[in-house]
């Protein structure tokens, strides 16, 4: 299958700091991206869709001027945390739309920890 | 709104045991519904998927039906390994809905297989 990578997958910083995530598309293109954020034994929480070329659509509830969201290329995509609080810890996953045959393939996380 | 009813875990069973883990859903037409895996330490998968009524998805020896008259969508498998141990996800997405569409969640199923 597809693949999709995320960097880093773990991360620890200070309170106040920003944090930028990537999630690529190794071997495809992807028009449409997703990220979620997960938290312990949970379900995922999508947080937002991000179009290439266009402005992020936020899930309600979900500060856009916190999560900054650029998808700059169809195979990159990046989440920015921005002044990260510790109730910012949590486990972020990255998807990505393969358009031929309409699934979503995941990244492996990033585990945010804000000290 | 759509939404994904799954059963609580978490689910224990001895090898060899029959599985079975339950899925309802709510939404307007004909949605098409997934099973996603997630592994210890790994992202999420696609295990298996069905597009209409009365699809059955299949895959690694786990088959889901697609059930209109119930609006379900059960995973079942026959005999379970220790390496079946993970947490699955039940999720519904709205084809309809154009570039748009987003995978709604069920909040996951905690399987551990005792050898």
């Known amino acids: 299958g597809a693949v999709v990578s995320q960097h880093p997958s773990w991360v620890i910083c200070k309170s106040g700091t920003s944090v930028k995530i990537e999630c690529r598309s190794l071997d495809f293109q992807a028009t449409t991206m997703f990220w979620y954020r997960q938290f312990p034994k949970q379900s995922l929480m999508l947080m937002a869709t991000?179009?290439?070329?266009?402005?992020?659509?936020?899930e309600q509830g979900v500060e856009k001027d916190k999560f900054l969201i650029n998808h700059a290329s169809l195979t990159l995509s990046t989440l920015t945390v921005t002044s990260a609080h510790p109730e910012d810890s949590s486990f972020y996953i990255c998807?990505?739309?393969?358009?031929?045959?309409?699934?979503?393939?995941f990244g492996p996380g990033t585990r945010l920890t804000v000290l | 709104g759509n939404s994904v009813t799954q059963m609580e875990g978490p689910v224990t069973l001895s090898e060899e045991a029959f599985l079975t883990i339950n899925c309802t859903y709510t939404a307007t037409g004909y949605p098409s519904l997934f099973w996603y895996v997630q592994y210890p330490g790994e992202g999420l998968q696609l295990l298996l998927k069905a597009t209409k009524a009365d699809d059955k998805g299949s895959n690694k020896g786990f088959e889901a039906t697609y059930r209109k008259e119930t609006t379900s969508f059960h995973l079942e498998k026959g005999s379970v390994q220790v390496s079946d141990s993970a947490v699955y996800f039940c999720a519904l997405t709205t084809p309809w809905a154009g570039n748009n569409r987003k995978l709604i969640w069920g909040l996951g199923t905690s399987l551990a297989v005792n050898p």
């Open positions: 991000s179009n290439e070329g266009s402005k992020a659509t936020y």
């Open positions: 998807s990505a739309r393969e358009e031929v045959y309409d699934e979503q393939f």
